[in-house]
C-alpha cells in the first residue's frame, strides 16, 4: 500500500521527529502555563490565561536572588572547568607521559558514575578539611564534575586537528604564541565552545551535586524543589520558559553563522 510504503521510506524521520517533539513536549508544557492564574497554590491545572507572572517575574521572595546565585555559580564553573579542561584535553593529545592512559579512563569516571556518589565524595572531602560549605564548595564540585564533559568535547576536536597546520606556520616563522593564537586556537575553538556551553548547562541545572554540598546555599533547581512542597509559582514557569527560548535561540544563531561562513567559503 502507498501509505506503508511512505511510512518505511520515511521510517528513520518519522521516528526522529517523535523523538524530538516527546522531548520537547515537558517544555511546551512549561510555557503554556507560565500563562495560567491558578486558584491555588500549585500550578498544575489551567484556569484562566493572565500575564501577570510575565509582568512581574521577581514577584515571588528569593527567587530572583535564587537564580542570580546559579547563573553566577555557573558562569565561575564555566570558566575554570573551560580552562583548566582545554589544557588537560591538549595535554592529554599532543604529550605522551606515564599514567596518560589511566588519566584518560579516569577522565570518565565522573560521566559514568551516579551524581550522588560524586556528591557524597566531595562532601566528605569538604568536611575532613574543615571547609564551610557555600558558594566556594559549590563552584569546586561544579568545576569538577563538568571537567570531564569539557575535556571530552575539546579532546575529540584537537584529535582531528592537523598538525601540518601548526608546521606549515612555524615553516613562516610564526612563533609558539602566535602559532596558538593563529591556527590552534581557532581551529580548537568549536570544540571548547561546545565544552564551555555543556559545562554551563550541567552547573546551572543540577541538584544532586549542590544539595549535598550548598549549605545554606540555594540555587534555582533547589528553590524549584523546595517550592514544589509547598505551591508552585507561576513565575518559576516563567523563567524556565525564558531559558528554553534563550537556549534555542542561540543555537539557531549558531547555526546561522556556521552555515553563512560555510556559504561565505565556498565562493
Known amino acids: ?79 575554570g572547568a573551560t580552562v583548566l579542561g582545554t589544557m588537560i584535553a591538549f595535554a592529554l593529545v599532543r604529550y605522551r607521559f606515564r599514567a596518560r592512559g589511566a588519566i584518560n579512563s579516569l577522565i570518565f569516571l565522573p560521566m559514568a558514575m551516579p551524581e550522588v556518589v560524586m556528591a557524597a565524595s566531595l562532601l566528605t572531602l569538604f568536611l575532613n578539611m574543615g571547609a564551610e560549605l557555600g558558594f566556594r564548595t559549590v563552584l569546586i564540585a561544579h568545576i569538577m564534575f563538568c571537567l570531564s564533559f569539557v575535556v571530552t568535547a575539546v579532546k575529540a576536536r584537537v ?32 570544540g571548547i565552545a561546545a565544552g564551555a556551553l555543556l559545562a554551563f548547562a550541567l552547573s546551572f541545572d543540577d541538584f544532586i551535586i549542590t544539595n549535598f554540598n550548598a549549605g545554606s ?3 534555582f533547581p533547589m528553590f524549584v524543589w523546595g517550592s514544589a512542597q509547598r505551591g508552585t509559582p ?34
Request: charge should be positive; include cysteine.
Open 1 to 79: 500500500m502507498p501509505v506503508l510504503r511512505l511510512l518505511r521510506r520515511n521510517l528513520v524521520v518519522i521516528a526522529g521527529l517523535l523523538t524530538l517533539a516527546y522531548m520537547i513536549l515537558p517544555n511546551v508544557v512549561v510555557m503554556v502555563f507560565s500563562f495560567n492564574r491558578p486558584r491555588g497554590r500549585f500550578n498544575y491545572a489551567w484556569q484562566e490565561f493572565s500575564l501577570d507572572a510575565w509582568k512581574d517575574p521577581c514577584g515571588v521572595a528569593d527567587l530572583c536572588g535564587s537564580l542570580s546565585l546559579s547563573l553566577r555559580i555557573a558562569f565561575w564553573a564555566t570558566v
Open 159 to 190: 584529535m582531528s586537528m592537523d598538525p601540518r597546520l601548526e608546521e606549515a606556520a612555524r615553516d613562516l616563522y610564526a612563533g609558539p604564541v602566535q602559532t596558538f593564537l593563529r591556527v590552534t586556537l581557532p581551529i580548537a575553538a568549536p
Open 217 to 219: 546555599t540555594v540555587t
Open 234 to 267: 507561576v513565575q518559576i514557569n516563567v523563567i524556565g520558559t525564558a531559558m528554553f527560548v534563550i537556549a534555542v535561540a542561540v543555537v539557531l544563531s549558531g547555526r546561522l553563522i556556521a552555515n553563512r561562513r560555510r556559504n561565505n567559503a565556498g565562493k
